[in-house]
């Protein structure tokens, strides 16, 4: 056991390093979350830009696309080196990490050479079109219609929850074509023009009172049929791609962490004594510290067999939920210790990550897989527990039971 | 980056795994159990034959010279397979304490001895109901005889010799006594996990020799136990990782409402918590390791974390398991309690859960980690 590089990646490590010192600025500590802001977008672009010139935007894509084909430990290597330093992210982890596999594996020569470089570029930002009003956890419920005209498919009905529908030029989406079929057979997957006629992005205002979500609804919006990605009725298969990536893109909850409550803890009065010094408090800090540290060493894990060639187990599928509860219960920590006072809105960035982690923590408990599917995940293809009886199985789409949609 | 264990040290691991499964550990434990005798010495007896004891024993006196990473493997297979020895505490306690404090003089009298298992040690600590610290022992020393009472020694019954925390006109002592001495009686006590015996040790102006520093002994204790508790925390995770795998062999076996309970959301998620508690606890476990094996200076907070994640996932899924099972998991003939009892032993053995929390916050405040 060691905890060093070996000397290629230690190479790989050094120049990571040299050009980010000299192109980005190191973080501080308590950082804003700008999301959705719009110099934000345009200064996440500035910055996908520089990567890219430079050949650090898509390490590992094939070279033709604007990669370097770099192997797993080194994209782990430059992510890790990356997060110090103060550089916006959140805009283009949809596209790159779950559009662009998808178009890797499915899109024709040309389409590859035409949207790749693009989106690699931050030129065009990519989106996600699967959930709906009422397909959710059961996506493959999903209702919006394609209907075949001649070379062109018209799409018609409503998605939602689509991150970054608002500034996206594209998006990959998933539709039914037949509901006469079994639901996971009836679906077809494209990719569309945001642009295009008929398709109307309205944002919805979150619990945090920002807007990084969208509905997005198509009125006989035209999608010719060279963007159908794989075939007819391989919708589901397609998907099921992305949703892997999506799981590994969504990953670590951002936002305050225990060193953040330790610190807090520390700095802050409890009845005339350090909070520090309260048991509960400490209970919970020896908790999160547990929690934080063993998300910590479990990728350690993933890494050391991914730098031996071997392929990781399934150990990281644990770290949403896990860093989404911990998210979740130090921002209310945070926020209890200021007792009547930790409603008031503050510039005090210490108190904002409280309020921000409470406020944001229930959407990362359910984007991408909530805690629930993520421990069906977990008991199906890690422990291989049987899947619950399904009462729509087998059944036609269209005779299936639905409630108010 | 290698935060795993090298492959001479899997294999040693497969190997343990192998031995404890052919030898049918778990029913060993049962019968102890249902015997009331205090441990199974014939299982112990092969485990001294495989060179185990010695592990960490340098190669001058008998041993096989490896490290600690080597003894975290076996823990793990201890842990899975509920060995019914004294192995924590005579390897883990016992033999560290000698390795680390002891006299030249004496580790040449006592390391080779514990090698060939003619020395079985233990560490006793605990005097009374409530948890042991540096100012409220009352066995004490004087002029080198030790007077008191230990209560809760595990495995003492087939020790040859303790470490005794004692009092001193210093502060306190480490002490190690000699179990055929006249001057002690040693005691079975009953315990709510039977599969390990616990003693009682009564002391009367009982002949002692000192280990370490005279008066510094409540440290070099603190120390023993912060390398103690990372293999602790491998025998939990063995012992986590068995429950587990019965559980999930369980929920798909057995049918209700005409299908396996294991399809029922209620029960996957309980396991999938179990999974995620495991996963957690392992990965510090292994950072403890290299922490332990390193002699980093992180050995304190690591070591901790270790603790506190083994034992809350030994505890949960030791629980949950019998939950899984139902009514038949709260019977003797399941399994299942055999697991649940051993949880507790280990979570209390070197101090419980709360203790570990606050080592762990207060190593933290020293650390200065932010």
Redesign the interface.
């Given at each position: 056991?060691?905890?060093?590089?070996?000397q290629e990646?230690a190479n790989f490590r050094k120049k990571c390093r040299e050009w980010l010192e000299k192109n980005a600025k190191p973080k501080t500590g308590v950082e804003k979350n700008e999301f959705a802001n719009i110099n934000y977008l345009q200064a996440a672009k500035d910055w996908q830009k520089k990567k890219y010139d430079a050949g650090w935007a898509m390490l590992h894509w094939p070279k033709e696309y604007g990669g370097i084909a770099a192997s797993a430990?080194e994209r782990i290597i430059w992510s890790e080196e990356e997060s110090k330093f103060d550089v916006p992210r959140g805009i283009f982890e949809i596209g790159l990490g779950m559009c662009g596999p998808v178009m890797m594996e499915y899109a024709s020569e040309n389409q590859k050479a035409r949207y790749l470089p693009p989106m690699a570029e931050g030129k065009e930002i990519w989106c996600q079109l699967f959930s709906e009003p009422s397909a959710g956890s059961d996506v493959a419920g999903l209702r919006s219609k394609a209907v075949q005209d001649g070379n062109n498919w018209i799409i018609n009905g409503q998605k939602v929850w689509t991150s970054g529908a608002h500034f996206s030029d594209y998006g990959i989406l998933v539709v039914r074509h037949d509901a006469s079929l079994e639901k996971h057979k009836g679906m077809t997957f494209f990719f569309i023009d945001m642009k295009s006629p008929g398709i109307e992005v309205k944002p919805i205002k979150q619990i945090t009172g920002g807007s990084s979500f969208n509905e997005v609804y198509f009125n006989d919006v035209v999608v010719p049929d060279s963007q159908r990605l794989g075939e007819i009725g391989d919708g589901w298969k397609v998907a099921i791609t992305t949703l892997m990536n999506e799981r590994l893109a969504v990953g670590d909850a951002n936002g305050a962490d225990v060193?953040d409550a330790?610190?807090w803890a520390?700095s802050q009065d409890d009845l005339g004594e350090p909070l520090?010094n309260n048991k509960s408090v400490?209970?919970s800090?020896?908790?999160w510290?547990?929690?934080a540290?063993?998300?910590?060493?479990?990728k350690?894990?993933t890494?050391?067999?991914l730098?031996?060639g071997e392929t990781p187990g399934p150990?990281a599928s644990?770290t949403k939920?896990?860093s989404a509860n911990k998210l979740q219960d130090i921002g209310n920590f945070g926020m209890d210790s200021l007792d009547m006072s930790g409603m008031l809105k503050t510039d005090d960035p210490e108190i904002q990550s409280f309020q921000n982690a409470w406020l944001g923590a229930p959407g990362l408990r359910i984007a991408g897989g909530t805690d629930?599917i993520?421990?069906?995940i977990?008991?199906?293809r890690?422990?291989?527990?049987?899947?619950?009886?399904r009462a729509d199985k087998g059944m036609p789409y269209k005779d299936i039971p639905t409630g108010k949609a | 980056m290698n935060l795993d264990f090298s492959d001479d040290q899997k294999f040693l691991q497969n190997e343990a795994r192998k031995f404890l499964e052919k030898e049918e550990s778990i029913k060993r434990s049962r019968e102890i159990l249902d015997q009331s005798s205090s441990l199974d010495t014939d299982l112990w007896q092969k485990i001294v034959a495989l060179g185990w004891t010695g592990i960490r024993i340098p190669e001058n006196f008998d041993g096989l010279g490896l490290g600690h990473l080597e003894l975290c493997v076996i823990a793990e297979e201890l842990g899975r397979f509920l060995a019914p020895v004294p192995f924590s505490s005579s390897v883990y306690l016992f033999t560290e304490a000698v390795i680390k404090y002891g006299s030249e003089e004496l580790k040449k009298d006592i390391l080779p001895k514990l090698v060939s298992g003619e020395i079985v040690g233990t560490l006793a600590v605990a005097e009374d109901f409530m948890a042991p610290s540096s100012s409220n022992i009352k066995t004490e020393v004087l002029n080198n005889k030790i007077s008191g009472k230990k209560i809760a020694v595990p495995d003492a019954g087939i020790a040859t010799h303790s470490i005794v925390v004692c009092k001193s006109s210093n502060g306190i002592d480490l002490r190690l006594i000699d179990h055929k001495d006249k001057s002690l009686n040693i005691l079975k006590q009953d315990t709510v996990d039977g599969s390990r015996g616990h003693f009682c040790i009564e002391l009367e102006n009982t002949p002692s020799i000192l280990v370490g520093d005279e008066g510094n002994g409540w440290d070099l204790y603190e120390s023993i136990i912060n390398q103690a508790a990372v293999l602790f925390s491998f025998e939990q995770v063995g012992g986590s990782q068995a429950t587990l795998d019965m559980a999930v062999n369980y929920a798909k076996e057995r049918y209700a409402f005409g299908k396996p309970i294991g399809s029922f959301q209620g029960v996957k998620h309980k396991l999938a918590d179990m999974y995620v508690a495991i996963t957690l606890a392992k990965s510090n476990s292994y950072y403890a390791a290299w922490a332990l094996s390193s002699e980093s200076s992180d050995l304190p907070v690591a070591a901790a974390t270790a603790r506190v994640s083994a034992t809350k996932a030994f505890q949960l899924c030791s629980k949950e398991n019998i939950q899984t099972h139902g009514g038949n998991g709260f019977t003797w003939e399941y399994d299942c309690h055999l697991f649940y009892k051993r949880s507790k032993l280990l979570s209390l053995n070197i101090g419980s859960l709360s203790n570990w929390k606050e080592k762990l916050v207060s190593n933290l405040e020293k650390s200065n980690i932010n």
């Open positions: 056991m060691d905890f060093k590089d070996n990646q430990i060193e330790f610190r520390k520090i400490r209970s800090i020896a908790d510290y547990c929690e540290n063993g998300l910590k060493n479990t350690l894990r890494m050391s067999a730098s031996k150990e644990i939920i896990v629930e993520l421990k069906n977990i008991a199906e890690v422990l291989g527990l049987p899947q619950d009886a | -």
